[in-house]
């Protein structure tokens, strides 16, 4: 049976995957569903029934109440921001991921120099959010690089998060004091015989450790984090629903946390164009309806795995951030990029490309969404 509690002492994973393993989306009804969308606020259960096959034939409803529950919390605002890779070298072998340690990709590091230059062209198209990103090896990428890292960014933009390997609290801390924000770390499914088959070999294996990275990243002072399932490895209603318990429990344990849904689908990547998700248009616009009508409050960045039209029309229904200008080899924003892609992008944009294709959807495209009163640094 699926709970809800307001308990304070909550142990973030053992709630989740209490009401993960209970949820039954076959006996969800055409009633429950109703139910779910006229409902003032949405309960676990109103989620799993948005989920489930039988929504599928209220697209149009749920989108419309996302529509106007993400202009009631964020106007029509979406805030522009790209990914830099600095270092694209990884000790884990995750079946899906072009950046794995088997695969033989060229593979680079930048010096702080070039991350200097990456961020004075990055920061030149008006961009002021920016997200870092290093593969997951800490021997080629040490705190420390991502902490020199950091604080050139500081330099240029107003918001910096980090996609890197999952850390300590004490790490956390050391990199939050240089000038990050927020951390992004991606369960990537929640149904741990998948995730035990997927994550072949490596320090990902330890499917708690990860779990738990963000709640140790918003205990390290970070204000926010990112969080999601990849699409595609396993019954994606069910990791969907996971991915939304997750960002809910640690919510309610920690409310003033900013926390930000993604929803990545799997992409090829070089060596392995046969990388699908199987996830159609439709179930995943179900999944960003569903996020949405869940947790009205939630940011939620839409990335460049999706194509150009799709995220246009998406644009207006549940993301408050979207990604523009982007590049998934090592560097690429200043000079040609010094190592292979992570994945093929579906979004080529540029910056001002997207920037306009907003505008004209009515929508207002922004560089910035978050002041510092007293400079963290
Ligand atoms: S998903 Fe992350 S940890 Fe896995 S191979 Fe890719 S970069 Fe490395």
């Not at 000038?179 to 149904?191: M, N």
């Amino acid at each position: 049976m699926l709970t809800q509690s307001l308990t304070s002492d909550i142990h973030v994973m053992d709630r989740v995957l209490a009401d993960y393993h209970a949820v039954d989306f076959s006996s969800c009804t055409d009633e429950d569903v109703l139910e779910a969308l006229s409902a003032q606020t949405t309960s676990i259960r109103d989620f799993a029934a948005l989920l489930s096959p039988c929504a599928g034939k209220y697209l149009e409803q749920m989108a419309a109440k996302a529509k106007a529950l993400t202009e009631q919390y964020f106007g029509v605002n979406k805030c522009l921001y790209t990914p830099l890779y600095i270092a694209n070298y990884c000790v884990n072998h995750c079946s899906y991921c072009g950046f794995n340690c088997t695969n033989k990709i060229h593979r680079a590091k930048l010096t702080m120099e070039e991350i200097e230059q990456e961020a004075q062209a990055i920061s030149s198209t008006g961009l002021r959010e920016i997200l870092l990103l290093t593969g997951e090896s800490r021997f080629h990428s040490d705190v420390e690089y991502i902490g020199e890292a950091v604080k050139i960014m500081r330099r240029y933009f107003n918001t910096i998060g980090l996609e890197v390997y999952p850390m300590d609290v004490s790490e956390y801390e050391y990199l939050h004091s240089l000038g990050a924000d927020y951390v992004s770390v991606y369960q990537e499914t929640y149904d741990r015989d998948v995730y035990d088959k997927v994550h072949i070999s490596g320090p990902k294996k330890v499917y708690d450790y990860r779990f738990n990275a963000l709640e140790r990243a918003i205990q390290g002072g970070m204000r926010g984090g990112g969080l999601g399932a990849l699409l595609g490895l396993s019954d994606f209603r069910r990791d969907a629903f996971g991915s939304g318990l997750h960002a809910y429990w640690l919510q309610k344990k920690y409310p003033a946390a900013e926390l930000s849904f993604s929803v990545p689908r799997l992409r090829p990547y070089v060596n392995n164009d046969d990388n699908q998700s199987g996830v159609g248009d439709r179930d995943f616009l179900q999944v960003i309806l569903a996020y949405r009508i869940f947790m009205p409050f939630m940011g939620f960045s839409l990335s460049s795995r999706e194509n150009a039209a799709f995220r246009d029309n998406c644009a207006a229904l549940a993301p408050t951030k979207i990604s523009a200008g982007v590049k998934t080899g090592v560097g690429g924003h200043s000079e040609e990029e010094k190592g292979d892609v992570q994945f093929k992008t579906s979004d080529e944009r540029s910056v001002d490309e997207i920037y306009n294709a907003l505008l004209k959807r009515g929508l207002q495209p922004v560089f910035n969404d978050y002041v510092y009163i007293i400079d963290a640094v």
